[in-house]
C-alpha cells in the first residue's frame, strides 16, 4: 500500500545516501520502517567484520533474523563512534528535530543515535510536519514506575493538558513495560516552536506563556525527577554528535 511503498523507498534511498559497504559499525534502530533498512542494508553491505548496534529488543531481533552480526552498545570500546545510525520518528520537524518513541524504545535509540558520527531518519511522508506535535500529538517519556504520579503532576504543572501512563490493552493488561522495565508516559503539548520562531518573537518557549521551544522543553522534561529520557531528538542534525565527541577528547585528555 502507499504508507509501505513510501517507508520502503525512503529507506532504499536513505542506505543508498549514507549508508558505505566499508563501515564496521551501523546503529539499528526499532519499529517497522528500519526493518527496510536492514534489508536494504543486507543487499549492499560487504564488509563480513561489520557490526550492527541495536536499539532494543525488537531491532535485535530485525538485526539477527536478516542474518546480521549484532553487538551490544555496552560492548561497544570505548572510543569506538558509530559510522552511521539508522532510525524512524513519529514526526520530523522543519529544523529535523524528532518526536521518537511510539515504539517504547526512545532510551536506547538516543543512546545510539548521539554515538554515532551522522544519525539518518528514516521517515514516510505522514512524519514530515512543520512543527512537532501537529499530526503526533504526544511526547513519549521514559519513567520510572515508582515515580509515574509524580511526573504525571509535574507535567500537567508545566502545561501538558492530559498526560497518560501507556497501558496496552490487546497485549498485556496494565502498563506497557520498555526493555529497561521502565514506563511510559505519553504528554500533549500544543505544536512546539523552533527556536527560529522564538527568534522571531512568537512566544518565549519557556512555558510561561503557555508556549514551548523543542529544547527548552526537551530539558524541562528531562529535569523532572524520575524520567529517564525524554522522546524530542534535537541537535543531531551534525551539532549533537560533534559536541559529544568533543567532550568525550577532552575527558580523554
Ligand atoms: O519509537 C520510535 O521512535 C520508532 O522509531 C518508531 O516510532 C518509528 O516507527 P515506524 O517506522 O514503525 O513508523
Redesign the pocket.
Known amino acids: 500500500d502507499a504508507i509501505e511503498s513510501a517507508?520502503k523507498a525512503a529507506a532504499i534511498q536513505a542506505v543508498k545516501e549514507h549508508f558505505d559497504p566499508t563501515a564496521t559499525h551501523v546503529g539499528i534502530?526499532?519499529?517497522?520502517?528500519?526493518v527496510y533498512v536492514v534489508e536494504a542494508i543486507k543487499d549492499a553491505s560487504t564488509n563480513p567484520q561489520i557490526r550492527f548496534v541495536p536499539t532494543g529488543y525488537q531491532s535485535r531481533q530485525v538485526i539477527v533474523q536478516a542474518g546480521l552480526t549484532p553487538i551490544a552498545f555496552d560492548s561497544l570500546p570505548p572510543d569506538v563512534m558509530l559510522d552511521v545510525a539508522f532510525?524512524?520518528?513519529?514526526e520530523v520537524d522543519e529544523e529535523l528535530n524528532c518526536i521518537?518513541?511510539?515504539?517504547?524504545?526512545?532510551f536506547q535509540?538516543k543512546l545510539v543515535a548521539e554515538r554515532a558520527k551522522k544519525f539518518v531518519c528514516v521517515?514516510d511522508y505522514r512524519?514530515n510536519q512543520s512543527r512537532l506535535l501537529t499530526f503526533w500529538p504526544t511526547i513519549?517519556i521514559e519513567v520510572a514506575p515508582i515515580s509515574v504520579p509524580n511526573v504525571l503532576t509535574s507535567l500537567r504543572t508545566i502545561g501538558s493538558t492530559k498526560p497518560e501512563l501507556r497501558t496496552t490493552l490487546l497485549m498485556k493488561s496494565g502498563p506497557l513495560k520498555t526493555d529497561q522495565d521502565f514506563f511510559i508516559v505519553d504528554a500533549p503539548f500544543p505544536p512546539l516552536l523552533t527556536t527560529a520562531d522564538v527568534a522571531a518573537g512568537k512566544g518565549k518557549g519557556d512555558g510561561s506563556d503557555g508556549t514551548w521551544e523543542v529544547n527548552k522543553l526537551s530539558r524541562a522534561i528531562k529535569e523532572l525527577t524520575g524520567v529517564l529520557e525524554v522522546?524530542i531528538f534535537s541537535g543531531l542534525n551534525g551539532n549533537e554528535a560533534e559536541a559529544l565527541r568533543v567532550k568525550e577528547s577532552s575527558v580523554r585528555t
Do not use: Q, R
Open positions: 517507508k534502530g526499532s519499529g517497522t520502517t528500519i532510525d524512524g520518528a513519529d521518537k518513541g511510539g515504539g517504547a524504545c526512545l535509540e521517515a512524519k513519549p522522546g
